[in-house]
């Protein structure tokens, strides 16, 4: 695959999950470079990460291998308000 066709299916894959009703995800990281896809950001839970596979899978991206590092990072909303130097 070309350079211009890896980043092409990086950007398909990008809008997929920003696009799809389940994940709306826009700070997941796609790098494809010939026949590998690697994802790399974070979600705030298990359903979103579950999601991310879901449209992987959807997507049918046979002719690559497919490394999803995705991590499940919680995030604490706090009550206080933060306080700038």
Not at 23 to 49: F, Q, S
Request: glycine residues 4%; charged residues 25%.
């Amino acid at each position: 695959m070309s350079a211009a066709a890896d980043a092409y299916l990086g950007e398909h894959i990008r809008d997929a999950l920003a696009h799809d009703d389940d994940v709306g995800e826009l700070d997941i990281h796609v790098k494809v470079t010939d026949a590998r896809i690697v994802l790399t950001g974070n979600v705030p839970d298990g359903e979103r990460l579950a999601a991310v596979d879901a449209v992987l899978a959807r997507l049918e991206l046979t002719d690559h291998a497919v490394s999803n590092c995705v991590s499940v990072m919680r995030f604490i909303e706090s009550t206080e308000p933060e306080q700038l130097s």
